[in-house]
């Protein structure tokens, strides 16, 4: 097992890297030109995959640590959704780490026609009303009028690249959905390193709305803009719901939307 630190930041080539608080999901260091954070060294292939395996697929009686977006949640992304790209009916849409297919479900109830990306074959095996490929390169040919990552690009290795890929898949007129959880968040700022999305270690990168949209600038998107869509969670009270539209008009909410083309 060699982890090699990373020289350089891997988005703009800087060497000017500073290693942040000890974090519980493994070191994470801030370019102080670009301000990406990320994990580093990051962790190898099969250290990953335990990760996953323990905090999100425990094979034996294990918790789920971390649990996907809830539905009453993506049922709020459809709506609002749907509010901005206009009726489902139709549209071709790519679901990219779409889990067991809850979101896709709800859009192809809608009337659109999904396809889904999940690498995960036990929760691929689970979904049953659209076809879902393992990786982005299975999908057969063919552009989307949408395509939707949802909690997926802090995952991914090398985002810029994976973005550049899924953006030559979009129609011409067609628009990427990317939520990730916010580094400009009062919850973030506050607990630095402790916070909970930073102990994930599955977590390769921490957005702000600047180093997001510097990473789909790089991938080739032209039209960057953050969407500040409150959603009421499940379980929150009247004045927590509040507080977070509050927080969400003020860009310090926990959830980083963009919508990119
Ligand atoms: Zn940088």
Not at 6 to 15: A, E, R, T, V
Request: proline content about 6%; charged content about 25%; overall charge positive.
């Amino acid at each position: 097992m060699t982890n090699t630190r990373i020289q350089n930041c891997p988005l703009c080539g800087k060497d000017r890297l500073r290693s942040l608080a000890p974090c519980a999901g493994g070191p994470i260091e801030l370019c102080e030109a670009c301000r990406l954070i990320f994990r580093n060294p990051p962790p190898d292939d099969e250290q990953l995959s335990r990760s996953y395996q323990k905090l999100y697929y425990p094979d034996d009686e294990g918790e789920v640590i971390y649990d996907a977006t809830p539905k009453e949640l993506l049922v709020q992304y459809a709506d609002r959704l749907a509010d901005r790209i206009g009726p489902f009916s139709k549209k071709r849409i790519l679901d990219v780490g779409c889990g067991n297919g809850t979101f896709g479900a709800l859009l192809t109830a809608r009337g659109a026609r999904v396809y889904g990306v999940e690498f995960d074959d036990v929760a691929r095996a689970r979904i049953t009303t659209f076809q879902a490929y393992k990786t982005v390169n299975a999908v057969p040919d063919g552009k989307f009028d949408l395509i939707a990552l949802i909690e997926v690009v802090e995952h991914m290795r090398i985002p810029w690249e994976e973005m550049a890929q899924l953006r030559a898949r979009l129609t011409p007129g067609g628009w990427s959905l990317v939520t990730t959880p916010s580094l400009d968040g009062l919850r973030a700022q506050l607990q630095g390193s402790r916070w909970d999305q930073a102990e994930n270690p599955t977590h390769l990168h921490l957005f702000s709305e600047e180093t997001l949209t510097a990473v789909l600038s790089r991938a080739g998107f032209r039209t960057i803009e953050r969407l500040r869509l409150a959603y009421d969670y499940p379980g929150h009270g009247g004045m927590r719901r509040r507080l977070n539209r509050i927080l969400t008009r003020l860009g310090l909410d926990g959830h980083l939307q963009m919508f990119a083309r």
